[in-house]
């Protein structure tokens, strides 16, 4: 049984520092770097990529809207033409970085809006898979498992491209098999234990707890811990050696997708 564990990563830009990646980094397997849009700068992404390769964590590029101001967590309405723009944009600016230090992209990871409005919405989503395609085929879509997944899968594969599923134990889920609102209490879990046990059951039994006691199907290949949650560190050490712990190799997705 093998498992991907991701995270947000090179998220500081300028005079801020967002996130600890120096920290988190040894513990994961693949590492999403944003391009710059919603965070990063051309230094933060050097150093992340050079980070990464000094622990053989696999790199991906980590696309979101135009939007620093809000972090890419807000909603943007964007053409499809946009949309692929800013994806070919941001995949070719890591890319760039990747080849410096002698290494290749695993993987794109859209992030925040970006990433849960194509979700449900077809042409972006096909917007997204076009840039992928169009850059590396090669490459692996990292999309949300359960509801909308056996769409997405299609659509991925009208492009010559393969996804990776993804499940968020730091995350509370709605009996709709959405992620619950970040506006919403209790929706960034933050004990290690408890987010362990649910990254335990997701990994070995393709399951999540929704947020009314639902148990949802969601089958993932990557579970996600974000950098900037507070105790991102004490989180990723605890689901590394529980998921260990119990028979499950954690990997980089790359190596069984």
């Not at 076009?130 to 997405?152: E, M, P």
């Not at 992620?179 to 209490?185: A, F, H, N, Y």
Request: with cysteine; proline share 5%.
């Amino acid at each position: 049984m093998k498992i991907d564990l991701n995270c947000d990563m090179g998220e500081s830009f300028g005079a801020y520092t967002i996130g600890m990646d120096a920290e988190v980094m040894p513990h994961i397997t693949s590492a999403n770097i944003a391009c710059g849009f919603h965070a990063g700068d051309p230094v933060v992404m050097a150093k992340t990529v050079a980070l990464a390769k000094k622990h053989g964590v696999a790199i991906g590029a980590h696309p979101g809207f135009p939007d620093l101001m809000g972090y890419g967590r807000r909603n943007m309405a964007c053409s499809p033409e946009e949309i692929t723009a800013y994806v070919t944009y941001q995949i070719g600016a890591l890319m760039a970085f990747a080849a410096a230090h002698g290494l290749t992209l695993q993987h794109v990871k859209p992030h925040g809006a970006l990433y849960n409005m194509a979700q449900p919405d077809e042409a972006m989503m096909e917007a997204i898979c076009r840039a992928v395609a169009a850059v590396d085929s090669s490459l692996l879509l990292v999309a949300l498992a359960g509801k909308w997944a056996s769409r997405n899968r299609e659509i991925a594969a009208a492009h010559g491209l393969k996804i990776a599923f993804e499940a968020f134990p730091d995350r509370a889920y709605t009996p709709e098999g959405t992620l619950q609102s970040r506006k919403e209490p209790g929706s960034v879990i933050k004990d290690p234990e408890v987010v362990a046990q649910r990254a335990l059951k997701m990994a070995k039994e393709g399951k999540v707890i929704a947020i009314d006691g639902t148990e949802l199907t969601i089958a993932p290949e990557t579970l996600c811990v974000h950098g900037d949650t507070p105790g991102a560190v004490a989180l990723v050490r605890q689901i590394r050696r529980v998921l260990t712990d119990n028979g499950i190799n954690v990997t980089a997705m790359g190596t069984f997708v």
